[in-house]
């Protein structure tokens, strides 16, 4: 079993920046790609990124690209997201969460998830 603790959330101005950090407990962290959802009030769950167990492959929801950069390192149990250009629209409460299927963004795909960390992004 794997249990995840986001981190890094707060309240940004407009083209600014953040950098959330999910971290690891637990077996076979290594062994699982890691992605990032948000969801804002009201609205459903959305895929933001992800990452495959060696690094070698990510994905990223079109609207983020060029902004947000997922990265991990597996020897620390860490995963970060480094967003920039940040918008009123990025506001939500962002998860990280595991699967073995790299490549999926459908929630229900993903196995363990962590409690979220909010952020917001206003003037």
């Known amino acids: 079993q794997v249990r995840l603790v986001e981190s890094g959330g707060g309240l940004v101005p407009p083209g600014g920046s953040l950098t959330l950090s999910c971290a690891a407990s637990g077996r076979g962290f290594s062994n699982y790609a890691i992605g990032w959802f948000r969801r804002a009030s009201g609205k459903e769950s959305e895929f933001v990124a992800s990452i495959s167990w060696s690094s070698g492959t990510t994905d990223y929801l079109e609207s983020v690209k060029g902004r947000f950069t997922i990265s991990r390192d597996n020897a620390k149990n860490m995963v970060w997201l480094q967003m920039s250009s940040l918008k009123p629209e990025d506001t939500a409460v962002y998860h990280c969460?595991?699967?073995?299927?790299?490549?999926?963004?459908?929630?229900?795909?993903?196995?363990?998830w962590g409690p979220g960390t909010q952020v917001t992004v206003s003037s």
């Open positions: 969460a595991t699967t073995y299927i790299m490549g999926d963004r459908e929630p229900g795909r993903f196995d363990y």
